[in-house]
């Protein structure tokens, strides 16, 4: 779960309405580990379709035969598009966090907004945004 101590992440909660797969979510389940992997049967199977957003699709896809498990795992996610009305509220948030890293920002967006618990392993990055802007996020590890 949650690193223990920091101001913007809680445990999982009855809060969380859904999952956000960062790219640390996406590259475990390409590297096919088992963790993972039963995560997501288990999510599929309780009918929560994770959400991956666009920008960590492009970060972690390169189009080759290698990533047959990561296409496997995106056929069953629901790829959230970077329109502009996201676009604009996620670069508000890296503005009010201070940081460049869009990618970030989109999954903290998209997580805030819809009260996801964000899969990832970059928990310290994505916290801080959060507490940015005074919110707290649910982070585990994939």
Do not use: F, K
């Not at 779960?1 to 640390?24: F, K, L």
């Not at 056929?75 to 959230?80: D, L, N, Q, S």
């Amino acid at each position: 779960m949650g690193r223990q101590g920091h101001p913007a992440i809680r445990h999982p909660a009855q809060s969380v309405t859904g999952v956000t797969y960062d790219s640390g979510a996406l590259i475990a389940a390409e590297r096919a580990e088992r963790l993972m992997w039963a995560r997501h049967r288990a999510l599929l199977l309780r009918r929560v379709v994770p959400t991956v957003p666009a920008p960590v699709v492009a970060q972690c896809w390169r189009g080759t035969p290698r990533q047959a498990h990561l296409a496997r795992l995106l056929a069953g996610c629901e790829v959230e598009t970077l329109d502009d009305t996201r676009a604009r509220a996620t670069g508000t948030l890296a503005g009010r966090a201070r940081i460049t890293d869009i990618v970030d920002a989109n999954v903290v967006e998209g997580a805030l907004r819809r009260g996801d618990l964000i899969i990832s392993s970059d928990e310290g990055d994505l916290a801080a945004i959060a507490a940015a802007v005074s919110r707290h996020i649910d982070i585990d590890h994939p």
